[in-house]
């Protein structure tokens, strides 16, 4: 009976013991509300760091919203809507540049070039920039990173844009595959997965790289507002943290088992086509193997917005970008 009284005894310690734990354990798991600029497979490595549960493992739950726009997303983030937001660096610029006094500051790259292509109505076995002189451009719009991009690479090659090209800038993000489609324009900027899709359906051929053409730049970046950070430091480490985990991860795996990972987040979009992406983008090192923003890429931003005319101010590298946390993740 006295042994019984004891083993009883032990196993009500026992329970005691563990259900606190246990429920302290729930108490620790904080959401993140993430907003992301768009859906798309530019983005892979995040949607890798939800499907693996590296988030989980860190102890955070994220609940990811996509904003569409770099405004809406920033404005997202300013009004407390979203933690954290993915979209272009260009963006915490501009905040900074209107007086801000709570800037918005990049704590973690995901993309390290730009995400678009050049694609010809035409097949061009031997593509040469000068090709596009007196040819109808359909370009980005004004003031956004593949725009300013864009324009960049082509003044790179000898190209001006206002005198040498028929431009083309005053169709909404969304129309310009429709638009391209239905014939307005010999040349298209795309982003994938539309720039594979028209090539493999005949309508369009894949002659150039924005992203191998202009280099290394913050187009994608993790950001938060100073105070936020500030609040939150634990929270902003594990996060980088769990993005660290799956740029590795996507890093050392195929394309197809990237593609695999992430089908869901594309559920209309063929398997087939996300391998292509994915390999595409992991091939010309879209992809950012680390969360660091240093300062070259940063310079080589605001150089960009510069020559397109889109820079309100230059700012300094440790002014909006933050290092040090994904600094101590790698280590």
Partial sequence: MKNWLKAGFALLMIAVLIIPLAACGKDKVQTVKVAEVTRSIFYAPQYVALEKGFFEDEGLKVELTTTWGGDKTMTAVLSNAADVAL?????????YAQGSNDPVINFAQLTQTDGTFLVSRNKIDNFSWDQLKGTTFLGQRTGGMPQMVGEFVLKKHGIDPKADLDLIQNIDFANIPNAFASGTGD??????????????????????????????VPYTTFMAKQSYMKKNPETIEKFTRAIYKAQQWVETHSAKETAETI????????????????????SQGSFAT??????????????IMDE??????????KTLVNTEVAGKVMK
Avoid: C
Wanted: proline share 4%; aromatic share 10%.
């Fill in 187 to 216: 040349f298209v900027q795309l982003f994938e997965p539309t720039a594979s899709m028209f090539e493999k359906e005949g309508k369009g051929h894949i002659v150039a790289s924005f992203g191998t053409e202009s280099g290394h």
């Fill in 87 to 95: 979209v272009g660096s260009e963006t915490s610029i501009y905040v």
């Fill in 308 to 317: 397109a005319g889109e820079l309100p101010k230059e700012v300094d590298h």
């Fill in 290 to 303: 680390d969360p660091i923003l240093d300062e070259e890429e940063w310079n080589n931003l605001q150089d």
């Fill in 263 to 282: 089908q869901s987040y594309f559920k209309d979009t063929d398997l087939g086509l996300i391998e292509t992406v994915v390999e595409r983008y992991k």
